[in-house]
């Protein structure tokens, strides 16, 4: 038995690739080109996760990656006929579907509602496509003994479809021409922030090293339809004519890797004319109970490993005019396998923002010393292989856009991998399109900033089985800016934001995340900060303070701080002034950092943060932190990016109601408790984005929207009744106002459900939120009765203490506290995410009151609060009327001739309009 192991790790060894090597295997895995002869396919079906594809009569073009000896088949282009299909497994995705293609789509109602009722599945006419994928069952359509192998056929003659071969310096040039529509679909994908070239090299390794089975494949299909989806909004620069409009795309992804949180997703996807990217998800398929993260939690799949422990130790050094700050990080920590044969690590390095090209790996190797090869994916990949100018302007689709600053390179131990050297780009292709390697091109081309997550494939010298530990050793370095104080306001529109007085650098991540686990991270740390002392400047650290101290030979100070379970360890460097208040029996200790301007109110947070401790204590669990540290960030009006994990609390809107811009004024009048509730909000996130964690992608709502139903729970709580209803009712309002616009413009395209993974970059994401706020504080509050909302929620969070939590679970919680069912409400409300405008139409004759009632939103089955009052305001009935698929109606007898018919007068649930007219014939009764 010894023998053959002896010999298996010789074989390991011989064969291990260094950083180079693994680089250049990566980024030739990436590069997807067509073969210049295709293949003749008749009566073929291909399964991509939900999408069932019937290839009928056409052309396939293999489509090959890697080179040399690694090349490979990873799938073909189509051109032809054919059909797309699949099914709706969720009521929910069904209605929202068939809701889209009605009211943005213009389809008939009739021909959508068998769609909208599950009972048949969407289906539609193909032409050309795509396909990747390596899987045995898909590369088959290109492999059969009956498929006829045609040299130098020309498709022109049959489609839009024609194949150029040219030979320049003995290099194959393959152009496939259709509009370059085909390979722009998943350079497309990039743009997006779903890139599938490094995933398709993360495959092609695996399969090098120990074989990739067939069930952990990506699977990618995207084909022109004859229907439109509508994928933008109407009236801003969309496409409706365009092949934007028609495509439609299947993504089966067994790993996880691709972040949607699902194993399948179906979605359309493209650019309006004015640039802009727009996704829109139709349905997915969730991943087996068996790889689940938990029972339950179908978004989250099981990763390969799961972190153990970590030390960090930080130099922090402001240079050039303290403008900018230098991190110097040197970490250790420790993974464990989750499952047996596991090879490969991939990671993502807390390098958001940093500054132009700064960020430098400068280790990384195992505890006793021996590299480990690794190479970065994504768009840093491609950059890295670049040997074009990083600093030029680049021509996406024919247009200039401006190469900016750009992302940060990548650079290895001891070099810098991607510097500018000069000379032509050698950039992967498919069908004649050139991916660009130089990443200063995508900041345009990606609004939503999801390219600057940085991930990492580590290799691992040998396979590690389930319950196997590793210690890494992680070094690097990399520059941030102090963001200065300022006021910034556009003349045209008259609006603008605010950023507050002080330099800070915000909250910096320290260890990597673990993939493909898209919730985060959770760290046992010990982290040491280490500044100058006469620069003045303060720190903010994740954990519980250990140790302070001073040395005088260096002239520096060093905090040690130590956390257990936490997500996202960092810190954050300002130029504060500080509080502390030590801790007492019962309490935390707490730490404020302020900028000097603000400064005269740092003697406040400790009491009011003990007030919303305390508050929370009666209706929560307790917290577990011993320590908190409030501290000032840059933005006024909030911001995205990197979140401040556990016992940080980072303030964003300090004195926003009386700074006097246009953008505050328009915070204030949402939200006119700002200033009671910021840290209620940030305490509301410790439960939600600490105590428990959203599970998946589908679940980012939970994190965004919870802290602010917390935050109403606090107003009610201390400031009273009065201004918690002032509150929900500018919350409404600015839900309501924005569906209203909409349908004023004859167009119902804005949804906000919260559920949804859907991609816009011209959609204001503020009204999403506090619509999430509205319906989960008060609409939810009122269908199960508020002496059941409360404790619900106090048993929810004890029970999945430290644990991930899903929409589902939240409904399953409510409904058992209740005895309700309450799938109509979720499935049209939270999953939905559409506001009605609802007509009611009346008639009192004879003692009774008959109405029916409107909805402009064609399927769904959702209740809508009817009140009548009589006798000049002597009698009040209310009730809530079910209206299904946009109708419904109710009688009342025993009324009076003066009745006054209400929709919703309580406001229970946003509707962007409520209109009530009497008529002598109504339609439902006869």
């Known amino acids: ?65 890697g080179k040399g000896e690694n090349e490979w088949t990873a799938g073909f ?11 709706f497994t969720e009521r929910s995705d069904a209605w929202n579907f068939a809701n889209h293609m009605a009211l943005t789509g213009r389809q008939d109602v009739e021909k959508l509602a068998p769609i909208a009722h599950q009972e048949v599945p969407y289906t539609a006419k193909i032409g050309r496509g795509v396909i990747i994928s390596t899987r045995d069952e898909v590369l088959q359509v290109l492999l059969p003994a009956d498929v006829e192998r045609v040299e130098g056929v020309d498709l022109a003659a049959t489609a839009d479809m024609t194949i150029i071969v040219e030979d320049r310096r003995d290099r194959t040039v393959r152009m496939i021409a259709a509009g370059a529509t085909v390979p722009s679909r998943v350079l497309m994908m990039l ?129 050039r005019l303290r403008k900018y700050v230098e991190f110097e990080v040197d970490s250790e920590f420790t993974v464990r396998a989750t499952r047996d044969g596991v090879r490969q690590l991939t990671v993502s390095l807390p390098r958001f923002e940093a500054k132009g090209r700064t960020f430098t790996i400068d280790k990384l190797a195992l505890k006793d010393g021996e590299a480990l090869p690794w190479a970065p994916l994504g768009v840093e990949l491609m950059r890295a292989s670049s040997r074009g100018n990083l600093d030029s302007v680049a021509a996406v689709d024919g247009e200039e856009v401006d190469a900016g600053d750009g992302p940060p390179a990548v650079a290895g131990p001891g070099g810098s991998a991607g510097a500018s050297t000069g000379g032509t780009t050698d950039a992967p292709a498919i069908g004649g399109i050139e991916f660009p390697n130089d990443t200063s091109d995508l900041a345009a081309m990606s609004p939503d900033r999801s390219w600057m997550r940085a991930d990492y494939l580590i290799l691992l010298p040998e396979p590690l089985n389930a319950g196997d530990e590793l210690t890494i050793e992680l070094d690097w370095h990399g520059e941030w800016n102090f963001i200065q104080g300022q006021q910034t306001v556009n003349e045209s529109t008259s609006t603008g934001y605010v950023t507050s007085g002080g330099p800070t650098t915000n909250f910096r991540n320290l260890l990597p995340q673990l993939h493909p686990i ?144 246009v953008t505050a004024e328009y915070a204030h009048k949402l939200d006119p408790y700002s200033g009671h509730t910021l840290l209620a909000r940030e305490v509301g996130r410790r439960y939600w984005d600490g105590m428990v964690l959203a599970g998946g992608p589908r679940e980012a709502w939970i994190p965004d929207v919870m802290p602010e139903v917390y935050a109403s729970f606090y107003i009610r709580g201390v400031e009273g009744t009065q201004a918690y209803f002032e509150w929900m009712e500018s919350v409404r309002g600015a839900v309501e106002e924005q569906f209203a616009e909409d349908l004023s413009v004859q167009t119902s395209w804005l949804t906000w459900s919260l559920t949804d993974t859907s991609t816009d970059t011209t959609r204001w994401a503020t009204p999403r939120h506090w619509y999430g706020t509205y319906i989960m504080g008060n609409s939810l509050r009122y269908m199960v009765g508020e002496d059941l909302y409360y404790p619900a929620l106090d048993a929810f969070m004890e029970e999945n203490k430290g644990g991930y939590v899903t929409t589902a679970m939240i409904q399953e919680t409510f409904a058992t506290a209740s005895g309700r069912n309450l799938d109509d409400f979720f499935d049209f409300w939270v999953h939905g995410g559409r506001v009605p405008e609802i007509t009611v139409e009346t008639n009192t004759a004879d003692g009774m009151t008959r109405g029916c009632i409107t909805s402009s939103v064609p399927f769904g089955r959702v209740d809508i609060p009817i009140t009548l009052i009589d006798e000049d305001g002597g009698r009040t009935v209310s009730a809530l009327v079910t209206v299904v698929d946009a109708k419904g109606q109710f009688e009342v007898p025993g009324r009076t001739d003066d009745v006054e018919v209400l929709v919703d007068p309580d406001g229970l649930f946003p509707l962007a309009r409520r209109k009530v007219s009497k008529s002598k014939n109504l339609e439902c009764f006869k």
């Open 518 to 661: 898209e919730a985060g991270t959770r760290w046992d740390h010990t982290t040491t900060v280490t500044i100058p002392s006469l620069t003045g400047f303060e720190m903010a650290v994740s954990g519980a303070t250990q140790r302070t101290f001073y040395n005088q030979e260096t002239d520096r100070i060093t905090i040690m701080s130590r956390g257990k379970d936490q997500l996202r360890p960092g810190i954050a460097l300002g130029k504060w002034i500080t509080f502390e208040e030590p801790s007492i029996v019962g309490w935390p200790a707490i730490l404020v950092h302020l900028h000097p301007v603000e400064s005269y109110a740092l003697d406040e947070f400790g009491p009011q943060l003990r007030t919303v401790l305390s508050f929370y204590d009666q209706l929560m669990p307790k917290l577990s932190e011993n320590e908190f540290e409030i501290y000032q960030g840059a933005d006024l009006v909030g911001r995205r990016g990197s979140e401040p994990g556990d016992s940080l609390l980072e303030l964003n809107q300090i004195g926003v109601g009386s700074i006097g811009s």
């Open 191 to 319: 743009t997006g922030g779903l890139d599938l070239r490094p995933r398709i090299s993360d495959e092609m390794l695996q399969r090098a090293w120990g074989g990739l089975p067939q069930d952990r494949r990506l699977a990618f299909a995207d084909f022109i339809t004859d229907d439109h989806f509508s994928v933008a909004r109407p009236g801003v620069g969309t496409k409706s004519s365009g092949p934007e409009d028609r495509w439609l795309s299947c993504l089966d992804d067994p790993t996880g890797v691709m972040g949607t949180g699902e194993q399948s997703t179906v979605f359309s996807h493209g650019e309006d004319s004015d640039g802009n990217y727009h996704r829109r998800r139709f349905t997915g398929i969730g991943f087996p109970e068996e790889v689940q993260i938990a029972p339950g939690v179908d978004g989250l799949r099981k990763g390969d490993f799961e972190a153990v422990k970590a030390k960090v130790d930080v130099n922090a050094e402001p240079i």
């Open 77 to 87: 282009i189509f051109q032809g006929e054919g059909t797309i299909e699949f099914p």
């Open 1 to 65: 038995m010894t023998r053959p192991l002896i010999l298996l790790s010789m074989l390991v060894a011989a064969t291990f690739p260094s950083t180079e090597d693994l680089r250049n295997r990566v980024s030739t895995g990436g590069d997807l080109r067509p073969e210049a002869t295709p293949v003749t396919v008749k009566e073929r079906t291909v399964q991509v996760g939900a999408c069932t594809v019937h290839l009928k009569d056409g052309s396939a073009l293999p489509i090959k990656a």
